[in-house]
T-cell receptor, first 111, second 114 residues
Framework: KNEVEQSPQNLTAQEGEFITINCSYS?????LHWLQQHPGGGIVSLFM???GKKKHGRLIATINIQEKHSSLHITASHPRDSAVYIC?????????????FGQGTILTVHP | EAQVTQNPRYLITVTGKKLTVTCSQN?????MSWYRQDPGLGLRQIYY???????DKGDVPEGYKVSRKEKRNFPLILESPSPNQTSLYFC?????????????FGPGTRLLVL
């Protein structure tokens, strides 16, 4: 079993729909990243969070440390949101430079 | 412009021929890291560096070397490349490796080892 599991692996939506991508992890962490990778390959960091909730525009990320779970929500989805969304966890303790990634969720938003 | 640069962006080489992929950042970041991305396996960390002269192994360090002699540069060295090192490589940096730091990624280097 992977240390970081994302669901779903593939997600198709119609423009305007509310989208949720989930990330579960099995190890102690110091923080969690959400990343976006467009078809061209470049990776952009969306959020880094260690507790609670963060919002940026139409994107909202939440984390529940006790349940070892995080969600990324996209409100009013748009075709330009089509990308791969990747969850990554930063190890706790003295290894906090170490990052472990989920497999990614491929999101396609149709007009 | 604040950025992480990688060179080369594309490289085709042959088994056993030593190569270096450079990574440089102009943001005075302490933390730098190398990742590889493969279909079906996702992103995996190769090595990371918390600061100058401090490096540590990630999940897949075999076959790679790194050095951090100065803060801005973090080259990835393949002493004797093999076909299983064919991959897409990303370098990234952040101010520190702490809890509130965003990572900035380079554009990626696509490597093919024949």
């Amino acid at each position: 079993k992977n240390e970081v599991e994302q669901s779903p692996q593939n997600l198709t939506a119609q423009e305007g729909e509310f989208i949720t991508i989930n990330c579960s992890y099995s190890v102690g962490i110091s923080a969690l990243h959400w990343l976006q990778q467009h078809p061209g390959g470049g990776i952009v960091s969306l959020f880094m969070l260690s507790s609670g909730k963060k919002k940026h525009g139409r994107l909202i990320a939440t984390i529940n440390i006790q349940e070892k779970h995080s969600s990324l929500h996209i409100t009013a989805s748009h075709p330009r949101d089509s990308a791969v969304y990747i969850c990554a966890v930063r190890a706790g303790g003295t290894s906090y430079g170490k990052l472990t990634f989920g497999q990614g969720t491929i999101l396609t938003v149709h007009p | 412009e604040a950025q992480v640069t990688q060179n080369p962006r594309y490289l085709i080489t042959v088994t056993g021929k030593k190569l270096t992929v450079t990574c440089s950042q102009n943001m005075n970041h302490e933390y730098m890291s190398w990742y590889r991305q493969d279909p079906g396996l996702g992103l995996r960390q190769i090595y990371y560096s918390m600061n100058v002269e401090v490096t540590d192994k990630g999940d897949v360090p075999e076959g790679y070397k790194v050095s951090r002699k100065e803060k801005r540069n973090f080259p990835l060295i393949l002493e004797s490349p093999s076909p299983n090192q064919t991959s897409l490589y990303f370098c990234a940096s952040s101010l520190q490796a702490g809890r509130q730091e965003t990572q900035y990624f380079g554009p990626g280097t696509r490597l093919l080892v024949l």
